[in-house]
Nanobody, 119 residues
């Protein structure tokens, strides 16, 4: 059974930091690209940060220099370190695992964790 379980969200003041975690199970973690998405109220879900199975990273322009995605293959964990948080970072953050192989796409999502940036 595939599971992605996010944790680490919460309420933080502008300029603060949070680290989100995503625990993965039920699939071959090392072969999947892992990403963090977010969805703010009234907006579409957007890619925040991605990490390919080979270790390449990409970030949304709005978070470059402030967010860092990383993974621990042995622990099957993905992290999103967020610093200098802004009001506009408020959203539900989702962990995503994706693999395209053999003509099939495997796409898994977590349940999300709320991040609220407010003074």
């Amino acid at each position: 059974q595939v599971q992605l379980v996010e944790s680490g969200g919460g309420l933080v003041q502008p300029g603060g930091s949070l680290r989100l975690s995503c625990a993965a199970s039920g699939f071959t973690f090392s072969r999947f690209a892992m990403s963090w998405y977010r969805q703010a109220p009234g907006k579409e879900r957007e890619l925040v940060a991605g990490l390919t199975s080979t270790g390449s990273r990409n970030y949304a322009d709005s978070v470059k220099g402030r967010f860092t995605i990383s993974r621990d293959i042995a622990k099957k964990m993905v992290y999103l370190q967020m610093i200098n948080l802004k009001l506009e970072d408020t959203a539900v953050y989702y962990c995503n695992a994706r693999q395209s192989t053999g003509g099939r796409i495997y796409d898994y999502w977590g349940q999300g964790t709320q991040v609220t940036v407010s003074s």
